[in-house]
């Protein structure tokens, strides 16, 4: 069954197997129906003819090209031809279908490594040195060349990706199968175990009776590229005595003739693995230039491998440095809240011996303000770490802020520190997430009455609706110390502090992850003359809302 591969498009990557009839290509066919609006609604059809299959133009407003040529009259296809509809470039595979395979155990089983080289009795017509710098290609100057390019550009774009090596592998794979004349594609990598090159992806074309009959390559070549780290282009015919003895069992007996390359998967230290593709010489014969170009491939793809090596032992360094500094940072802060609570629990002790009921209550508050502490720093701790959607609604904001004063006038009244909400009467409803904001507010009073001084210390916090710009903006402002300029970029990183041991340095992180949530910004503005203000802007409409989810996508 014939297959139109997408190469270029709106549906780069779709692929479109054709019945043994006509079919209609266009915007609005109901057989291959392409996205792509330059293309007409019914702009070509393909059809079945004397054993062939023929394109022709539906009087489309674009045209169709084959291979670069406008055609104006039926043309027959063949296998590898390029269908050009507006911005859309398709190629036709012709009889049979593409068969990816991937999984190593899977793929061993439809693979036959001889290990005598008779599967494959070749002759070498050229190599070329996988290690040798002069394997980097020229600057473009024909279509090969820019050909040439386009696949280095690729690969160089997956070395600056964080895949693992079988996704690196198999998208090496895909590209090379499509861009070359190939009908059995192989990638072999190292056995862990044994060392010995064993199948990783596996892809051909079949005419579907022999779909799952073995696909042959020779050990004895993939030997040879591994041990001379060369790339080597080859025919199986009887003329080249190194690969094995010729008897009426060997290849050129039983196999079509074939022209075939093999290169190194090759880094500045080893051979990670080979990419072995061959095809039918009746419908293609490899050139030298091609196989400096698989050469160039197989290099590139070895520093790919390498750098996916070398980042995910880095991420794996970081990774474990970054729970090791959370884990002291953290375990030092939960240490201070035990101690008070070890406190506490003294006094409790005490009061219960001496039946004091003001030691009791003296004990309580103790425990109870230490218990807030630890609710408060795991519900940072889960905001600032979890992935989260806001659940938001249409709210008044003014009540989130009397519910978080009234939770901190505790804690202020103990710091005899002025707690006031300047509240706007009408101040509209706007789309929040009221636990979310909840935390917010909490969180820059608890950070704005950790900063004041004791005794004179004053805490404002108010929110206005601006009609201007369509935003409600929340305000606290303190007279504490203030924050130097340069300290404010780095405030609402994690484990960043300006408590000293008070603070878990969560608190604003947490903050501002839910407010970005919302589609919103937080500013600092003040001087250590003035104290600090900090700034919560929301936006005052759902739509507002809406697009910065779509911009940002799921927290």
Request: proline share 4%; glycine share 8%.
């Amino acid at each position: 069954m014939p297959t139109l591969n997408v190469l270029q498009g709106p549906d780069k990557g779709q692929k479109f197997q054709t019945p043994i009839e006509p079919v209609v290509i266009g915007r609005t066919s109901g057989q291959i129906q392409l996205n792509d609006h330059a293309i007409s609604r019914r702009h070509a059809e393909i059809r079945p003819l004397n054993g062939t299959w023929i394109l022709e133009d539906l009087d489309s407003s674009n045209g169709t090209y084959l291979n670069g040529i406008r055609i104006h009259e039926p043309t027959p296809l063949e296998h590898g031809d390029q269908i050009k509809l507006g911005g859309t470039l398709l190629v036709f595979s012709g009889e049979g279908s593409d068969e990816r395979f991937e999984g190593s155990s899977f793929v061993r089983d439809l693979v036959d490594l001889d290990s005598a080289g008779t599967g494959f009795d070749s002759s070498v017509l050229s190599s070329v040195s996988a290690a040798d710098e002069s394997v980097i290609l020229a600057a473009p100057e024909t279509a090969d060349a820019v050909h040439a390019w386009n696949m280095m550009y690729r690969i160089a774009e997956m070395i600056g990706e964080v895949l693992t090596v079988d996704d690196l592998l198999h998208r090496v794979a895909d590209m090379i199968f499509e861009r070359f004349a190939v009908d059995r594609l192989l990638v072999l990598t190292p056995d862990s175990a044994t060392g010995q090159m064993v199948p990783r992806a596996l892809r051909f074309r079949s005419g579907g009776a022999d779909k799952q009959a073995p696909v042959s390559a020779s050990q004895t070549i993939i030997r040879r590229v591994v041990d001379t780290r060369e790339g080597v282009l080859c025919a199986n015919a009887m003329t080249d005595e190194r690969f094995g003895d010729h008897t009426k069992e060997g290849s050129i007996f039983r196999l079509e003739l074939r022209s075939m390359i093999c290169v190194p998967i090759l880094t500045r230290e080893e051979v990670l693995g080979v990419i072995h593709l061959d095809c039918s010489m009746s419908q293609h014969a490899y050139t030298h230039e091609q196989l400096r170009l698989i050469t160039a491939v197989g290099r590139m793809t070895g520093m790919a491998i390498e750098n996916i090596d070398l980042l995910r032992g880095r991420m794996k360094t970081e990774r474990l440095a970054a729970i090791g500094e959370t884990a002291a940072y953290l375990s030092h802060h939960i240490r201070n809240i035990l101690q008070g609570l070890r406190s506490g629990s003294d006094v409790l002790e005490m009061g219960l011996k001496r039946r004091s009921l003001d030691k009791i209550g003296e004990a309580w508050k103790m425990i109870q303000r230490n218990l807030d502490r630890i609710f408060q720093l795991t519900t940072n701790m889960l905001t600032f770490s979890k992935d989260r959607r806001p659940n938001i609604e249409m709210a008044q904001l003014n009540s989130v802020i009397r519910d978080a004063v009234s939770l901190m006038q505790g804690p202020a009244d103990a710091k005899s520190v002025m707690l006031l909400a300047d509240l706007c009467d009408d101040l509209p409803a706007v789309p929040i997430d009221v636990e979310g904001m909840h935390q917010v507010v909490v969180n820059l009073l608890s950070n704005a009455i950790a900063a004041v001084p004791r005794d004179t210390g004053r805490v404002v916090v108010g929110a206005v609706f601006r009609e201007a710009n369509g935003e409600v903006v929340l305000s606290v402002v303190d007279n504490g110390p203030g924050i130097p300029p340069e300290q404010q970029d780095s405030l609402f990183e994690a484990f960043t502090s300006t408590k000293g041991h008070g603070g878990t340095g969560l608190g604003l992180a947490a903050a501002k992850k839910i407010v970005t949530e919302l589609g919103g910004r937080i500013e600092i503005s003040g001087s250590t003359e003035e104290g600090t203000t900090f700034e919560v802007h929301l936006p005052g409409d759902m739509e507002r809302v809406d697009a910065s989810d779509r911009t940002h996508g799921p927290a």
